[in-house]
């Protein structure tokens, strides 16, 4: 049986108690649901289900409300779990409640003497609540009152996602701004910053959410990701999303809802759509942190990208010898390398920066700060060992008055992860990356050798190409063969670092990566508009990028050395061709740079690619960014969630082998219960008693 839950055709009070009712015949269910099985003689199985509400005083969805405490029953011994993060109202009071745990009991005292009249509350305690044995939580518990005659009972469904990544954005506030009671925001959006939301919901793990006790109005709504838990938009931290229109309860089309028995939380099929992402226009700059993490190196972090700096002094050391590394795009996090003997630098550095910083209005005005970093050395055991060592034997040296001198130690010049041998990827080339800048880098010293079967040598040519981002990586590049090895050869004090250090003599065995073992892909580009550019990036099924491309056009691009396996691509509209995401802008109401995953004509994400195979493959640009319906979006999601579930069973059933071989052919199985879907089995599952595709609510459509 299938229950479809339309907004226009269902918003009033019955329906919000029938949601009501059945999220707590969830729960109840769990608890008629107790029954024995056989196990072994250890305590029994693992008692996996939530506590259940046995009374509620005053009852939920109380009208006129008047009191200020509020009395849960449970049938077991409660605790209160991360209570700052998951505990809010909706609307926000101005003292959050204060929760008091007494045995099976929990108080909840209204401290806000300045409740709104006629208006709906609700409580949400997330998954604050658990069992005090297991720790099992109780997921999606409310409590409605209002302090008016009526309960305010629309709803809407909405679902967040990175706009960056193109994947679910999880734990995000959404606020809903009656319209009617804020201006308009036509070219500068304050709405965040200058008004209190009129409601208050918050998505699931999965980035869904469903919004209830909303009225007929038009809404203008915001979402935002609180990364700190401070229930607080903060611009620079937390990411944002906003809708261009306004939406209205009553005029939305209907929707699906139903109980997630794995995840056990009531879920939705999305009305609203936010693309997330980072808006650093209202960030306010200043120097947030100095440190030393090296004897070499001093890191500067500001709170805002692109920082103003006029000048940076330290103590005894000249500003030729300081040289600065940006470390990240913005530029708000800075490297600064000190180009001076190790003996010549102090364990505290002390000098000035002057730079623009924003006052209380935020206007920028210059300030000079002091700047003081620490830095000492902490010694490995095994360098203990050989410094008392070498101490033991110049003493011993002393005593016998023999001359003494102290043996040649070996380069303190390092490459980051230096192996000997190496399998290069001929369209990445040979990456070399250093620890610190280097003062000296003589290539032509450098010597690379080829040779073949047959044993004929060449000697190479190269080139080294310069990081774009980074002053301490290099690439080098030459006529790759894979019928060919090479060998390159790096002599003493070809390169020395900012300590004056030169390197010890080095080689490195290289081959060449044999395309037989990858996959090449012939991709067509058909762009939306003429001169669009494209940003192109492979995925493996752990979601690391295996290749990205930049500056994609339109036409073929043949793309070579793809690893076998299981792949997803993310394509990035580059709208100003800058060869990089870019975000959004909050208070211009800018949306950022679209991000979209390649779907083929069965709207597939994953495809799977083999060795040696050449597969074509049209990205055509006019559907992958064509608009999104929700209809687009709730099949997209569905998919999803079915490689999830697929994903979790494989899971379930490789934990279930294990413990059973551990326990010597005995397992305590599922039970009842239905194993990782705890609420699953009985309740849940593809025909459960209460949801998955046939259950009660109704699963998807």
Known sequence: MNKTFNTYQTGNRSVSRWLSVVVGLLFAGAFFSRCASIGTLDGGPYDTLAPVITHISPMDYTTNFKGNKITFMFDEYIQLKNQQKEVYTSPAMKKKPLLTIRGKSIIIELRDDSLKPNTTYSIEFGSALADNNEGNPLHGMRYVFSTGDKIDSLYMSGYTEDSQMADSLGKTFIYFFEADSIEAPDKYDSTMFKYQPSKIARANTNGIFLAQNLKPVDYRVYAFFDSNDNHTYEPSLDKIGFLDSVYNPTRMPGFTIWYDSVRRY???????????????????????????????KVELQFNAAHPQIRSIVFDSIPEEDIIIEPMTKGRDTLALWLKRPSESLPDTLRGKITYMRHDSLRRLQEVTEDLMVSWRLVETKEQEKERERLEKEKRKAEEEGREWKEPARRSKFRMVNFKENVEVNPDENFAMEFTSPLTKFDTTAFVLRSWSEKGDTLRERMEFIPDTLSIRKWRMKTAWDPTRKYKLFIPTD???????????SLQVNLTVSDKDKYATMMLNVVPRVEGALYILQILSDNGST??????LGPGIHKVEYIPAGDMRMRIIEDLNANGV???????????????????????EEIFTTKTGWEFEITLDMNRLFAPVTMEQLIERLNKREQARLLKAEEERREREAKEKKENGGHSHGSGMMGGSGGLGGMMGGAGGMMGGAGGLMGGRR
């Open 266 to 296: 009531v879920s939705a099929d999305p009305q609203l759509y936010f693309r997330m992402f980072m808006d650093v226009s209202f960030s306010n700059q200043k120097l947030n942190e100095q440190k030393r993490p090296d004897q070499h």
């Open 494 to 504: 070809a390169m020395a670092d900012i300590t004056g250090e030169g390197n010890d």
């Open 546 to 551: 295996v290749r990205e491309l930049r500056n």
């Open 581 to 603: 995401w870019d975000s959004g802008n909050l208070v211009e109401r800018r949306q950022g740079e679209r991000s979209e995953m390649y779907k083929n004509d069965k709207e």
